[in-house]
């Protein structure tokens, strides 16, 4: 079994990569090409950080775990820490955290919900990655 990893660590974005091309194929990320940049405020440490998603043809092409200013993206996800964390756990549904307010999307809206299934595998994948929050 997996050492617990620490959440947004180097570790922890080397895992979920391996595991992202290893359970999600560029056939079932529906040869997808796309950039997301999730930006996390108020995390524990006193900074904001962000993870970036590169997808070129369904493939992961590059994903970054950072603080200081993100990459430009397709889509950028803003929200607390503590909101993406219970995302990222299973605890709570993107959806129900875009439309209650707690995440702010910019991008177009239509691809967006277009998306959002996929976002949800990647959440599935997230949540298995033993980690400390």
Same mark, same amino acid.
């Given at each position: 079994?997996?050492?617990?990893?620490?959440?947004? !660590?180097?570790?922890?974005?080397?895992?979920?990569?391996?595991?992202?091309?290893?359970?999600? !194929?560029?056939?079932?990320?529906?040869?997808?090409?796309?950039?997301?940049?999730?930006?996390?405020?108020?995390?524990?440490?006193?900074?904001?950080?962000?993870?970036?998603?590169?997808?070129?043809?369904?493939?992961?092409? !590059?994903?970054?775990?950072?603080?200081?200013?993100?990459?430009?993206?397709?889509?950028?996800?803003?929200?607390?820490?503590?909101?993406?964390?219970?995302?990222?756990?299973?605890?709570?549904? !993107?959806?129900?955290?875009?439309?209650?307010?707690?995440?702010?999307?910019?991008?177009?809206?239509?691809?967006?919900?277009?998306?959002?299934?996929?976002?949800?595998?990647?959440?599935?994948?997230?949540?298995?990655?033993?980690?400390?929050?």
């Amino acid at each position: 079994m997996m050492e617990k990893v620490n959440y947004l !660590s180097p570790e922890w974005r080397d895992e979920i990569e391996k595991r992202l091309k290893e359970e999600i !194929s560029p056939e079932r990320m529906k040869l997808l090409t796309t950039s997301v940049t999730y930006i996390y405020k108020n995390c524990p440490d006193g900074n904001n950080r962000f993870l970036y998603f590169k997808i070129d043809d369904g493939n992961f092409s !590059s994903i970054q775990v950072d603080t200081g200013d993100p990459p430009e993206a397709e889509f950028n996800v803003t929200g607390d820490y503590e909101v993406f964390s219970k995302i990222t756990q299973g605890i709570m549904k !993107s959806q129900r955290a875009l439309m209650g307010g707690k995440l702010k999307l910019r991008g177009n809206m239509v691809k967006a919900l277009k998306l959002a299934s996929l976002a949800d595998r990647m959440n599935k994948v997230f949540a298995q990655v033993p980690a400390n929050y």
